[in-house]
């Protein structure tokens, strides 16, 4: 019998819990560096952060750089890679996307030593399980950055709205990792409340999120504007656009992931700023905030709490996302506009739709390590909902009945998922780690 376990050690410094929200921080990066794309992967049997380009602490033109690095979530050890392969040198504001486990770093900009910026067109290949960067994909047929970035159904890569060049556009470009192809998808609507540059967001099922951004006008206006893009899963490129203004939304280079089902971000700023942290509007320096947003999709709400003990961070290009419960950033600046290595890992437990705490949902689950199936249990009747997760965060299988209740696992691939488990009267429970392997 081989059961392979990877999962999260606990390397941190700080364990803070606010409101259903856990966060702890785990090993530093190798060096300070901001504004650098950032996304999860496995290597091995291990689920890794990586952290491609950035800027460094002196957060002048010179220190944008190709730097690489990935942290192994086992053992809390960085280790460097090779830098990103591209001969016009340093950039910032690329993202950093994992499609069936290979990773693309698109778009971002340079700077010249006169202060110029040029869009890039890249996109970047990397082989997480040869740690190998492979021969660049089909360039965007428009370059982009501080754009938004997502992934739909581990197939697609959405990149919406951004700058390119010399202003916002509303393009939605999509690339195809498999057949390494672009298509147009349906622009956003060609005004200042969609096009942005500097916001984040996520694709949920079949709906893109996304929130804050700087917009067009005297000293690029921090927006205040939610987007919900609906993709037609018969034809990814028709996607229908809506959105609302909400204080909560305003936002600028937030950390954008999933919790449950829902969008949330963190961090960010409400001021917007050039890559070096002083604000357009010449106030100076911006403050990074301490903050979360939620969007609940059950009641079309948007929250934004700044009360809680989070770590202030901004500046943040994406995030590692092991699981829908899970998900880690990595560099930034922290207060003072100081370039940052710090790693954050952020999860919640014991959290409604509603945003209200509930009672624990009390269950067992065993077998655990498991070889052909679980068994949940649980007392007082009533019927639960339980769904399954592997470390990307990708839903592998729903079920739904009364106490005991059975998930096969059989067919899975050894290494570690999750449960969510949503009880008689809607309450959720924290994730939940299983552990499968195959019998010998």
């Given at each position: 019998m081989k059961t392979i376990t990877f999962f999260l050690a606990l390397h941190c410094s700080a364990l803070c819990i606010a409101q259903g929200q856990l966060f702890e921080e785990l090993p530093s990066m190798p060096e300070a560096v901001t504004n650098n794309a950032v996304t999860g992967a496995i290597s091995g049997d291990t689920f890794c952060?990586?952290?491609?380009?950035?800027?460094d602490f002196t957060k002048i033109w010179s220190g944008i750089h190709l730097k690489a690095w990935r942290m192994n979530t086992v053992t809390g050890e960085w280790s460097s890679l090779p830098p990103v392969p591209d001969p016009a040198g340093g950039k910032i504001a690329a993202a950093a996307s994992t499609v069936k486990n290979r990773i693309y770093v698109i778009g971002g900009y340079h700077v010249a030593q006169n202060g110029s910026e040029t869009s890039s067109a890249k996109v970047h290949r990397f082989d997480p399980q040869t740690n190998a960067?492979?021969?660049d994909g089909t360039p965007l047929p428009k370059a982009i950055d501080d754009h938004v970035q997502a992934v739909w159904r581990d197939s697609l890569i959405y990149v919406i709205t951004g700058w390119s060049n010399t202003g916002n556009v509303p393009d939605v470009q999509i690339y195809?990792?498999?057949?390494d192809t672009w298509m147009a998808g349906t622009?956003?609507?060609n005004n200042v409340n969609y096009k942005v540059f500097g916001a984040s967001g996520v694709i949920v099922g079949d709906k893109i999120y996304y929130c804050g951004g700087a917009a067009a006008g005297i000293n690029f206006p921090a927006s205040s504007f939610f987007r919900i893009g609906q993709i037609n899963p018969d034809n990814p490129a028709d996607i229908t656009w809506s959105g609302f203004n909400s204080a909560a939304a305003k936002?600028?280079?937030?950390a954008a992931a999933i919790k449950f089902g829902d969008p949330v971000w963190v961090g960010g700023s409400d001021v917007t700023y050039n890559y070096n942290g002083i604000a357009y509007n010449g106030s100076g320096g911006v403050p990074a905030l301490s903050r979360r947003k939620q969007y609940f999709a059950l009641n079309n709400s948007l929250t934004n709490e700044d009360s809680l003990a989070l770590p202030p961070v901004m500046d943040l290009r994406s995030t590692a996302q092991r699981d829908y419960g899970y998900f880690i950033t990595a560099g930034g600046m922290g207060p003072g506009q100081q370039v940052?290595?710090?790693?954050?890992?952020?999860t919640w437990f014991g959290i409604t739709n509603n945003n209200e705490p509930v009672e624990d949902f009390q269950y067992e689950v065993y077998p655990n390590p498991a070889s052909d199936r679980v068994i949940?249990?649980?007392e007082n009747g009533g019927a639960a909902t339980v769904r399954l997760f592997d470390v990307l965060g990708r839903e592998l299988a729903v079920q739904s009945g009364e106490s005991p209740?059975?998930?096969t696992t059989g067919q899975l691939p050894e290494g570690m998922y999750s449960l969510q488990i949503t009880g008689p009267g809607q309450k959720m429970t924290t994730r939940k780690v299983i552990y499968a392997y195959r019998r010998l």
């Open positions: 952060v990586y952290s491609f380009c950035g800027l960067w492979l021969s195809n990792p498999s057949s622009a956003v609507p936002g600028y280079r937030m940052s290595n710090r790693v954050f890992a952020y949940l249990s649980w209740l059975q998930i």
